[in-house]
């Protein structure tokens, strides 16, 4: 028997091979890499374009702020600002947005800083008090700082919106002139409060957060976000995607973590903005979807008739959760004009 010596490769076919090899591994790792960076950031909608192109910006401190002023109602002169909550944008107001200029004077919505189509500075110390700034510049901006306002607000809005009525109480310079104010389901009590898992690891985790934030995709984001809908009023393929196109404008998935310290200024504040609460004078209502899983029912509402005594309440129907304005516009809509015809 003669035993044939086994032929290795010549030099040429194993270096052919090893760079065959590393094609693979390329065409594998580039996929991954684009999505890790997000490339090409998702295009919008035309009904996201619509809202975007209907919009100004105005600058403040060198950033650049997102917002829409609309005037409809002739013969009155009521003005209405609406504060959006996270991680989404003011184009959470759209389903009401024009039944609101059949009833007010002039309606105004803005993304905050980090939001929307507003700037979103890396690194930055996002905070509440400066988001209520950027509210008081957007009056002056606009010529409405002797103008009484009436404030709509939900989620992180509403604690934005708590900022604002204190710094109105103790007549700070600057301040709004707030006719009312009406808020919807917002994390006012820490103590009631249940944030997502998600937000905890990009708040509390500095390590961790930079990859996660860059991990998260739209599945993810659509998963997160329909957590916090009902099973019977969830957001549209079409919906869920403007909310991540929202996000992903100008890499704000980027800035999450920062942004999410807002939870923690929560708790920190928490006598300053719920004292304000317990204490003003003015006009104040809650809309509440009690299926709400980050200030769950009966808990939320429970707390607040006990601290917030002057306050009217709207409990929306069962499967309402925590964005009533989008789940039941028809129902949140009426909520607020029984409110405002109120007094």
Do not use: C
């Given at each position: 028997t003669v035993l044939k010596r086994p032929q290795h490769d010549s030099p040429p076919t194993a270096e052919l091979k090893m760079r065959e090899w590393w094609v693979h591994v390329g065409l594998i790792c580039i996929p991954l890499v684009a999505v890790y960076l997000h490339i090409p950031p998702p295009h919008l909608s035309p009904s996201l374009q619509k809202w975007h192109t209907a919009g100004e910006l105005f600058h403040f401190r060198d950033r650049e702020i997102f917002y829409r002023d609309s005037f409809g109602a002739l013969g009155s002169s009521d003005v209405i600002?609406?504060?959006?909550?996270?991680?989404t944008s003011s184009f959470d107001w759209n389903k009401?947005?024009?039944p609101l200029t059949q009833r007010f004077h002039r309606v105004?919505?803005?993304?905050?800083?980090?939001?929307?189509?507003?700037?979103?500075?890396?690194p930055h110390k996002y905070s509440i008090f400066e988001q209520?700034?950027?509210?008081?510049?957007?009056?002056?901006?606009?010529?409405?700082?002797n103008q009484r306002v009436n404030l709509v607000s939900h989620d992180y809005g509403d604690t934005v919106a708590l900022e604002l009525l204190y710094r109105s109480d103790q007549n700070r310079t600057g301040h709004l002139i707030i006719n009312s104010l009406c808020l919807s389901n917002g994390g006012v009590f820490p103590e009631t409060n249940y944030p997502r898992l998600l937000q905890t690891l990009l708040k509390d985790s500095s390590i961790l957060a930079p990859v996660l934030m860059r991990l998260t995709n739209y599945k993810l984001f659509q998963r997160g976000i329909g957590h916090v809908f009902g099973p019977y009023t969830q957001p549209t393929d079409a919906?869920?995607?403007?909310?991540?196109?929202?996000?992903?404008?100008?890499?704000g998935n980027l800035v999450l973590d920062s942004i999410l310290q807002y939870i923690n200024q929560?708790?920190?504040?928490?006598?300053?903005?719920?004292?304000?609460?317990?204490?003003?004078?003015?006009?104040?209502?809650m809309i509440y979807g009690p299926l709400d899983p980050v200030n769950p029912h009966p808990q939320f509402i429970r707390l607040y008739k006990q601290l917030v005594q002057r306050s009217?309440?709207?409990?929306?129907?069962?499967?309402?959760?925590?964005?009533?304005?989008?789940?039941?516009?028809t129902g949140f809509l009426n909520a607020y004009l029984n409110f405002i015809h109120s007094f």
């Open positions: 600002i609406l504060l959006h909550g996270f991680p009401i947005w024009e105004i919505a803005l993304d905050f800083l980090g939001f929307g189509f507003s700037d979103k500075p890396r209520a700034s950027v509210v008081e510049a957007l009056v002056a901006h606009l010529g409405l700082s919906e869920f995607w403007d909310m991540w196109t929202g996000l992903r404008y100008n890499d929560r708790s920190k504040h928490r006598e300053r903005w719920v004292g304000t609460l317990t204490s003003t004078i003015i006009p104040l209502h009217t309440i709207t409990i929306l129907d069962e499967h309402i959760s925590h964005y009533p304005q989008l789940e039941d516009p």
